[in-house]
Structure formats: C-alpha cells, structure tokens
C-alpha cells in the first residue's frame, strides 16, 4: 500500500537524528514494547510481513507523529485484537475477566527463547519446478503497481529500468505472506538502477541503488 | 529523545510506560507471554548481541583472504561458521569497500538491519530521515556523518526490501599489518558495516591522515 513507511526519496524531514553513545533502548516501556512484539509474534498467530503492514496501516499523521517503539506497539495492539487474542478493553487496563487461562500451546518460554532467536525464521523456500525467469545482468523494467494491501516495491522504484545483479534464491512472497497466505513464494533478484533512472538529471553523480524485488515485480525489457 | 524515569518512581507513570504496562499485564493473564522470556529477550539485544560480532567477521575477512572469498561468495554459510546466526540474521550479503566504490545500507520502507551481528539499530536508521534520503542523496548523508568521499566514488545503495540482510565489509585501513584480530576488530566501528563511516585508524598511525 502507499503507507506513510514508503519514504524513500522524500526531502522534508531534516537533518539525521545522530546521538553520540547512543543507548539500545531511551525508556523501559521500550524494552518491553520490543520483547512483547517478539514473544507475540511466536504465537504464530501472524507473518513478520502481516507485522509490518499493521504498521504501515497506521495513519499518516499518526505514523510520523510517534517514535519508533510507539509503532510497534500500536501496530501490535491492532494485531492482537484482529486476531481476537485481547479485546481492546482487556489492553486498557489489563484486566482480564474470568479465570486464568492455560498458557498457550505456542506461548515463548523463558528457557526457549535462546534458541528460537538464534534459529531465526528463514525466508527461503525450496523452488520445485519453478526455474528463475532471469539471468543475471539481464536488463527489466519494474512494474507500476499501486496494491491495497503490502508489498515491498518501493514507489520511488516501480516502473524504473534496472539490470539484475544478484540471484538470492527462492523466497516467501511479502504481498501474499501479510494476507494469510503463508506458502507462496517466488525467486527473487537483486535489481541495480542507475541514479538518474530515479531520481533525473539531478542525480547524485555516480550513484546506484540497489533493492530485492521478487520476480513478479519485475518484467523484461 | 532520552527519558529517564528511573529519579521519579512516586510519579504518576508517563502514558507510554502504563499503556505498556497494561498490554503486558493483560498478555499474561491471558497465558500469552512469559513475563522471565521478555527478559531474555532484553538481555540478548541489549547485552548479548551488538556490532562485536560484525566486527569479528570484517577482521577475519581482512586477514584471511578464503574467508574474505567465502564472505563473497556466501556470508550466510561465512558468518554462520562464526556462530552469528539468527533472527534478522537468516539471509546475510556482505558488500565490500574498495578503492572507488563505496556501499552504504538502508530499509527505506521500515527498519530491516542484521541483527545478528549489529545488534539493534540505532535511531538514525530507523529515522524517517535516513530512510528518506539515503537513496536520494547519500552523499549528503555521508557528509552528516564527517564522510567525505572522493569525486569520481561509486556509492551504491542498499536498500533491505526482503529478508536479505546486508553487512558492508569496510576497507582495511592502512598502518595495520601485523595486528591479530582482535586489534583488528577494534577498528571496526558500527557505522563503517552501514556504510556511513569508515574503520579507525590504529592508535600508533595517528600521524596519517
């Protein structure tokens, strides 16, 4: 969708926000904010990319207005309530009617939690049949495509001619991952474009820009 | 901006911290979250996994050339056979700095950053700044950074859309034959694995320029 997250290219936010000796975390709810977003997300309940299009989802004004640890938090509490797993009530105030419930078959147990991180949730996906419809250094034109729902082909690069410079294997498809098809998966390529293919004659001399996009993105020249 | 709330525990608590407080409290009560598993959870990103690791694999690719050819070739596999595996580590590209040719890395569309062996990014990554302009104009953004790059420099831009995750290998400054790795390590700065600076100088070499 075209989210307020899509910022590549935009020139009105200013200077970086650099901070000597920076701390991991600036306040304890963002310690936990991070650890919550994690430990949910081992229910399985949803995908890293359904994850990410909550936050995308979130309104403009509300998306720039809010630190980082902010969306991710309103970004969870709109996924735990969509899969039904708190009422916005019980996230008020913490209170939760009727007896405790048994923990859930998936909750994150304190002594698992050094393996699954160090497991991770890898990506790729074996390729069958299907055999990469590109061949590296192989010029093609990104869609212009405008879709509802997630994807990670970023507008300043829809429509724009590249060349394909890396292979990267056979990888689960965002657009479908965040709407519940967890399966599908596509090849997906390492595409360079030149700067002033972006970005016109005002380019920064001698500038590319590189970006993963999976096949269906990408048509030939 | 920096809080801290750690002088003020009579104060009503700030909206953020009881929102948080009440999202966890309610998560437990319903046997969805392990309150000892989120401090896990802190202590691996806060303490336990940061830019060490990255810096190991840079000064392992400097000094051991097959490294340096695998970390081309695989970094995933290269990486892995250091013990630097996991979340926001699984697909792992290492880019290389040479003479003309300079790489920086960014997520423009969130914050996808190598966990594994940066640990956490920090805020400027995460910015809607960086995000914003390092595709546009990086060299503007280097110069944020005190990194002025050659006229005539190449500057690719890596911006993370899948789960690959990109790590730049910094060029090995001069003045350091024959330190080990760990000294080697030492010179490998956070910032020059994004691409937004260079590795140190040795101490003793402090009269280069």
Redesign the interface.
């Known amino acids: 969708m075209n989210g307020a997250h899509d910022v590549g290219g935009m020139q009105s936010f200013g200077p970086l926000p650099l901070e000597e000796n920076e701390p991991v975390f600036h306040a304890d709810w963002e310690r936990r904010a991070l650890a919550l977003t994690l430990a949910a997300g081992a229910l399985g309940h949803w995908t890293l990319d359904e994850g990410r299009h909550a936050r995308e989802s979130l309104p403009p004004a509300v998306y720039f207005g809010s630190s980082y640890y902010r969306i991710w938090l309103l970004a969870l509490e709109s996924l735990l309530e969509r899969h039904n797993l708190l009422s916005a009530e019980e996230m008020r105030t913490g209170e939760v009617a009727g007896p405790r419930p048994a923990p859930h078959p998936r909750q994150l147990r304190a002594e698992s939690v050094a393996g699954v991180l160090a497991r991770g949730g890898p990506a790729d996906r074996p390729a069958g049949d299907s055999a990469p419809r590109f061949d590296m250094g192989q010029e093609v034109m990104t869609r212009v495509m405008n879709p509802r729902g997630h994807t990670r082909l970023p507008r300043y690069a829809r429509g724009k001619r590249g060349r394909i410079v890396a292979l990267r294997g056979h990888h689960l498809f965002p657009d479908k991952a965040a709407h519940g098809d967890r399966g599908a998966a596509e090849w997906l390529y390492g595409v360079s474009f030149e700067g002033a293919e972006l970005w016109g004659a005002g380019a920064e001399p001698g500038l590319a820009v590189c970006i993963d996009a999976w096949e269906s993105y990408l048509e030939p020249l | 901006?920096?809080?801290d709330?750690a002088s003020d525990p009579d104060n009503t608590l700030d909206p953020?911290?009881a929102?948080?407080?009440?999202?966890?409290?309610?998560?437990e009560?319903?046997?969805?979250?392990?309150p000892?598993?989120?401090?896990?959870?802190?202590e691996?990103?806060?303490h336990r996994i940061g830019p060490r690791n990255g810096a190991q694999v840079v000064a392992r690719a400097w000094s051991d050339p097959e490294f340096a050819d695998w970390l081309r070739r695989d970094a995933t596999a290269a990486v892995a056979s250091l013990g630097y595996?996991?979340?926001?580590?699984?697909?792992i590209?290492a880019v290389f700095n040479e003479p003309g040719l300079h790489n920086l890395v960014v997520c423009?569309?969130?914050?996808c950053y190598p966990w594994?062996l940066l640990?956490?990014p920090?805020?400027?990554y995460?910015?809607?700044?960086?995000?914003?302009?390092a595709?546009?104009?990086?060299?503007?953004?280097l110069a944020?950074?005190g990194v002025d790059l050659p006229?005539?420099?190449?500057?690719?831009?890596?911006?993370?859309?899948?789960?690959?995750r990109y790590l730049v290998v910094p060029e090995r400054p001069t003045g350091t034959d024959g330190l080990d790795a760990d000294a080697l390590a030492a010179l490998v700065t956070r910032d020059s694995m994004v691409g937004t600076g260079f590795a140190s100088k040795p101490q003793a070499a402090g009269a280069e320029g």
């Open positions: 901006m920096p809080h709330h953020m911290t929102r948080v407080m009440a999202l966890e409290t309610a998560l009560r319903k046997g969805l979250v392990d000892a598993a989120l401090d896990r959870i802190i691996t990103y806060e595996t996991g979340r926001q580590g699984e697909h590209v423009t569309l969130c914050s594994s640990g956490l920090p805020t400027w995460k910015s809607p700044a960086y995000r914003a302009r595709v546009i104009e990086p060299r503007a953004v944020e950074f006229d005539g420099t190449r500057v690719v831009v890596w911006d993370s859309t899948s789960e690959v």
